[in-house]
């Protein structure tokens, strides 16, 4: 009889448990468990019973992601953006990484760093602009923004990755630095050579045209003419 009654206690206590959970919890729920395609249903719920709840906003943003759906995602990280608040560098940089994933990199960019314009040290946001860069050859600001996140997060599991793309950058930057150097001295040179044959060739011409003026046709003067005119 006692087991019966432990028994169903647990039962009404599980049913009023799932029964008193909201949209929102059982969203969160199977976001934690990796189980987007169940999440998406109860988190879009929840956003329509409170849509100024920025959590939602993003949870439900990642889920749009993991289901390649990344143009829904864009569209409710910039619904979500005016009005996230305190969390408008989580927001911007969502919307940055998806961009980043599309492969706009411009506007990646743009919205990392307004995450970071929302707070400075927001790590996620250096991070993800460095790789952006990187995309985009900007490999001088790419090492600024690595360097920048591995002063906040000095734990990170990433950190011997990025310290090798720094090496590997500032190697290919020093490279390319002794190419131009190399090529801007090439052009001097070709430029001072042309020039001094430029010169040379100038002179021999002057010369040329020196030693000419003694050299007459005959026909700017007239003859005089000593001799007799003979009739016939």
Do not use: W
């Amino acid at each position: 009889m006692l087991k019966k009654y432990i028994v169903a206690s647990i039962l009404l206590f599980l049913a009023a448990f799932c029964y008193g959970q909201t949209n929102f919890s059982k969203g969160e729920d199977l976001l934690m468990q990796n189980s987007p395609s169940q999440a998406v249903v109860f988190l879009e719920r929840a956003l329509a019973e409170d849509p100024a709840n920025t959590i939602i906003y993003l949870y439900l943003g990642i889920v749009y992601e993991q289901l390649n759906r990344a143009d829904e995602a864009i569209a409710l990280y910039r619904r979500a953006l005016p009005i996230a608040g305190s969390m408008s560098a989580n927001v911007a940089t969502n919307l940055g990484n998806v961009y980043f994933m599309k492969g706009n990199h411009e506007l990646a960019e743009q919205f990392y760093t307004q995450a970071i314009n929302h707070n400075s040290v927001y790590s996620s946001a250096f991070l993800g602009r460095g790789n952006t860069r990187v995309r985009s050859g900007q490999l001088t600001n790419a090492v600024v923004d690595y360097e920048r996140y591995l002063i906040l997060e000095p734990g990170s599991s990433q950190r011997d990755s990025i310290q090798q793309m720094i090496v590997l950058i500032r190697a290919e930057t020093a490279a390319e630095e002794m190419k131009r150097v190399i090529a801007e001295e090439e052009k001097r040179r070709l430029e001072e050579e042309r020039q001094r044959l430029l010169d040379s060739v100038s002179a021999s011409l002057q010369s040329l045209g020196d030693s000419s003026k003694g050299i007459s046709s005959g026909a700017e003067s007239v003859e005089n003419y000593e001799g007799e005119f003979e009739l016939d």
